[in-house]
């Protein structure tokens, strides 16, 4: 059973006012619950929480990628492909926790063919969660990504239909999707959802995600990658990330002993009515 189906909420409990957050360790380091005023923000079941993408995003072509001469295969998870990095089926160790802070780190190994380290750290306050990840290796060079795929609730509990999360962004350009699911390497105008499509935004994310009466949150990068899925009826997923899906092969950026691969993420949030 992977992470991915299973629901394990267990793990270091962050507070800040009336603000509560869970990380599971144990399942790939996700947030395993985010409530606000004691309302849970993340989907829970199957696919729930959010979980960091590393050490690459989305889908690569044939689970297949090269580092200068070599290739590799990685295991078809999501056939034909492979996707969402190996973190969210590893158990992570907790380096340090308190309050309202938390770091914890896992070592790379098979399936992965190259060894590094990974760093995710989390620090909370009543109205922003701040997250971090680095990919650092002392060995060989490697080509990686990182990012975050949160399942945000669309109804918010005791919501009606009629207050669904809204998305809001303003992107430069769309990738292309080809009909393998991945981009064509095409920037095109960006086109009405719904999305599972990946989007340029040359200044850093800035989504924004409301829920009508009842919460606005942003989800802000330095990065310009994000990743929007909307095509289930229980959850909306907004996913900032180091690069393009298939950017292993695409847009490959090298981790290599000076100079680690590091982006932060912050979700912020106010109150409405």
Known sequence: MTTEESTDTRGVRLSAGDVELTVAPDSGCRVGSLRIGGTELLR???????????????????GQFRNGGRSHQLPVNAPPHAIHGTGRDTA????????????????????WPYRGRVTQTFQLTPDSLTTTMSVETEDE???????????????????????????????????ERGENHLPTGRRI?????PWD????????VDVTLTWPGRLELKVASRTEWVVV??????????????????????????????????IAMTWSWRRLG
């Open 229 to 262: 899925y909307d095509e289930q009826a229980e959850a909306v997923c907004v996913e900032p990330q180091s690069g393009p899906p298939n950017g292993l092969n695409t847009l490959p950026r090298l981790v290599t002993p000076i100079d680690p691969l590091e």
């Open 141 to 175: 060079s490697f080509p990686a990504q990182a990012g975050w795929h949160p399942w945000f609730l669309r109804n918010l509990p005791g919501d009606s239909a009629g207050t669904a999360a809204e998305i809001s962004f303003q992107p430069d350009w769309q990738e």
């Open 197 to 204: 499509d990946c989007f340029g935004m040359s200044q850093g």
């Open 92 to 111: 992570w160790r907790t380096v340090s926790a308190d309050s309202a802070t938390a770091a914890f780190t896992y070592d790379l190994a098979d399936p």
């Open 44 to 62: 829970q079941g199957p696919k729930f929480g959010s979980f960091p993408m590393v050490p690459w995003c989305g889908r690569v072509e044939h």
């Open 189 to 193: 105008e960006p086109r009405p959802g």
